[in-house]
T-cell receptor, first 113, second 110 residues
Framework: EPEVTQTPSHQVTQMGQEVILRCVPI?????FYWYRQILGQKVEFLVS????????KSEIFDDQFSVERPDGSNFTLKIRSTKLEDSAMYFC???????????FGPGTRLTVT | DAKTTQPTSMDCAEGRAANLPCNHS???????VYWYRQIHSQGPQYIIH???NNETNEMASLIITEDRKSSTLILPHATLRDTAVYYC???????????FGSGTRLLVRP
């Protein structure tokens, strides 16, 4: 069964460093998402991406964040200059658009020290 | 903010049906009701969704009241592996984004 994959599973970085979180969505899906979950808190929407552009972003998704679909298969989230409060699980999700259920990856745990 | 209200926690015995309620009294006519669950810290998992009619799939059944102001997710024969946080989400904007609330923590007892 096709699934969303994410790499790395765990990333440790120092404050101020750039990180890139990678996702491979399900191959024929057209809608892509990033969510995050700070330990013990709710899952929060960050950004949605469709037709090679951002379709919606939350207040969390400020100028420090960017997304790309560089090669038609990967979907990346970049945090330009990480802060301590960026420590969280980051989940990628994709959706076909023929049906409207989102499939989530296993997440990347980002720890900013 | 989430548009739904769910109990904080519930429990049921293994093998019995788990009935998880959700209130969504401000739902609009074109909004779907989605159910997802999150087992421990894994990625959320889609369970089922519906608009007006009751729905059933291999995982669960979804019962939506006639006025659409509430729904119930039914896991017909709960197993220990169904222990998770269950989220009821109302959504139908152009990006199809999901706004998660706090969900219901379901504990299935042996």
């Amino acid at each position: 069964e096709p699934e969303v994959t994410q790499t790395p599973s765990h990333q440790v970085t120092q404050m101020g460093q750039e990180v890139i979180l990678r996702c491979v969505p399900i191959s024929n899906h057209l809608y892509f998402y990033w969510y995050r979950q700070i330990l013990g808190q709710k899952v929060e929407f960050l950004v949605s991406f469709y037709n090679n552009e951002i379709s919606e972003k939350s207040e969390i998704f400020d100028d420090q964040f960017s997304v790309e679909r560089p090669d038609g298969s990967n979907f990346t989230l970049k945090i330009r200059s990480t802060k301590l409060e960026d420590s969280a699980m980051y989940f990628c999700a994709s959706m076909s658009g023929r049906t409207y259920e989102q499939y989530f990856g296993p997440g990347t745990r980002l720890t900013v020290t | 903010d989430a548009k739904t209200t769910q109990p904080t926690s519930m429990d049921c015995a293994e093998g019995r049906a788990a009935n998880l309620p959700c209130n969504h009294s401000t739902i609009s006519g074109n909004e779907y009701v989605y159910w997802y669950r999150q087992i421990h810290s894994q990625g959320p998992q889609y369970i089922i969704h519906g608009l007006k009619n009751n729905e059933t799939n291999e995982m669960a059944s979804l019962i939506i009241t006639e006025d659409r102001k509430s729904s119930t997710l039914i896991l017909p024969h709960a197993t220990l592996r169904d222990t998770a946080v269950y989220y009821c989400i109302v959504s139908m904007d152009s990006s199809y984004k999901l706004i998660f609330g706090s969900g219901t923590r379901l504990l299935v007892r042996p």
